[in-house]
């Protein structure tokens, strides 16, 4: 069967008619979509640039700071310039942003970010540990006289104790925490559960 021919020879077949216009909205449909993802996806990786900026001024410094007691009098060194930077990391990333800073290659950023989740009792914590299970990178933390010599993947085990009195309901269970106690303990004779 043939259809009509408008004047300018084109077929006057519905189908001919729709299917042109359907499939460009299709089309445009989909690049409209395909963009929103990768949109999203750039947008879930990329610290915001005031965040970028806290995290490479704590690159600057290879010791953590959390305002411990040091020296011989033992003052809490609050007025150091990097524990101040932490407390403004707290404060201004949200917990996607100190996610994505977990897996970065400063130990001293993967344990602020981790320590600022935990105490936000954060339910990536367990995950964010199982990846940094292996990870023993030594860092330094400022404490005491001479600082204190720890490895990422202790700190992280430390946190997630069973019974800290803290109230964080995503630590271990103790027989995740033994499990690893056990295997870190097997692993490096330094280390210790206590």
Known sequence: MTH???SSGQDKNPIHFFMPSFGRH???FLLLVCFAVTLSAQ???KLRPSISNIANKLRKENEVHFGYPVGFAG???TNNKYYKLYLKLKDKATDNELIQLTKDTSECIVVYSFDILWQRQNSSLKNIF???QNDTTLFWTAGGCTGMLDRINWFMLRRLRPNQNN???NSLT???YDLYCDKFSKADRLFTCN
Do not use: V
């Open 26 to 28: 299709i089309a445009t």
């Open 4 to 6: 009509p021919k408008t």
């Open 174 to 176: 103790k027989e995740e």
């Open 43 to 45: 947008t879930i990786n």
């Open 167 to 169: 109230g964080n309901k």
């Open 75 to 77: 003052r809490p060194e």
């Open 130 to 132: 199982l990846q940094h």
